[in-house]
């Protein structure tokens, strides 16, 4: 696989490996896909969104070259513990190249193949830049990706106008989009949002 993330340093890619996944399910399975996607610059997602997303998913993303080895030991151990792949320790630079150019496989394989596109991705693209991606690309829900879609499909405003409990309910279902709804009553949705609302320094409600 080449991957040359260059030209992510000023073009808005089209599709993701994720998306063309996706598309692929959904046709084997002979329904119909729609991608709602709506590109956002950083600086007019909401800062509550941001913050949400890094302490949830990568708390250290401004300090790492990518990789947060701390959390990847932390992971290693506790996959071995439980002589599964439960746990993946990915950062957000490591999400964004998973989603970009990758599948959502859990082995060895891909884990290193996304690291070394990790490593890429920080030697090319700045930091807000990787962020930007990020939260324009990540999974949000069936068909939903981006920041943007996803504000305004859960909670009918945009990314930018989000509150500090909206913008915890999005990062609290990063890890599994596809089952938990940021706008429900979940217990764990719930039960995430208020860490995430404590890990940000917000009163939780």
Do not use: C
């Not at 260059?6 to 998306?19: E, H, V």
């Not at 007019?44 to 997303?53: I, P, Q």
């Not at 439980?82 to 496989?105: D, E």
């Amino acid at each position: 696989m080449i991957i040359n993330p260059t030209k992510l340093k000023t073009q808005r890619p089209a599709q993701t490996a994720l998306m063309k996944l996706r598309q692929d399910q959904a046709k084997r399975r002979g329904r119909a896909y729609r991608i709602d996607q709506r590109w956002l610059p950083l600086s007019r997602t909401s800062r509550y969104l941001r913050e949400a997303v890094r302490v949830s998913e990568d708390a250290s993303f401004w300090s790492h070259n990518g990789i947060d080895w701390e959390e990847m030991r932390e992971s290693f151990e506790k996959n071995w513990e439980k002589k599964q792949f439960a746990r993946g320790g990915s950062t957000i630079t490591m999400q964004l190249a998973r989603n970009l150019y990758l599948t959502p496989s859990k082995n060895p394989l891909r884990k290193l193949q996304e690291i070394l596109i990790a490593f890429r991705l920080e030697k090319t693209l700045s930091k807000s830049r990787i962020l930007e991606l990020y939260l324009n690309l990540i999974e949000w829900g069936d068909g939903i990706f981006g920041a943007e879609a996803a504000a305004r499909r859960y909670f009918g405003k945009a990314a930018a106008d989000l509150t500090p409990d909206e913008a915890a309910r999005l990062a609290a279902v990063l890890p599994s989009p596809l089952r938990w709804d940021p706008a429900s009553e979940q217990r764990i949705v719930l039960r995430r949002k208020n860490l995430i609302l404590r890990r940000m320094g917000h009163e939780v409600r």
